[in-house]
């Protein structure tokens, strides 16, 4: 992957893919990306509904958990955009 200009087909940019080329392009840290995989993770868990229903704490320190992810992640491309516009 060479080419800095080589983009596979969007329906091949799994959102796993991203977060390595991510990662091998330390645009974050390697700790930041198993958080981005966890995320990923319960993303594709298909019960979040059971979850939810067995303990509202439980969900409730999830979803706060994915929203601490996901707001450094928006920070980070901010970041990242400022330095290279």
């Known amino acids: 992957m060479g080419d800095r200009n080589y983009y596979p087909l ?6 796993f893919w991203l977060i390595e080329v ?5 645009f974050f840290a390697s700790d930041f990306a198993e958080k981005l995989h966890w995320l990923r993770d319960r993303r594709n868990c298909v ?23 996901m707001k450094k992640c928006v920070e980070r491309v901010g ?3 400022a330095l290279h516009p």
């Open 10 to 15: 969007r329906k091949e940019r799994k959102f």
């Open 22 to 26: 991510g990662k091998d392009e330390r």
């Open 47 to 69: 019960h979040v509904a059971e979850i939810a229903a067995m303990d509202e704490k439980i969900y409730l320190s999830t979803s706060r958990a994915a929203y601490d992810v």
């Open 79 to 81: 970041s990242w955009t």
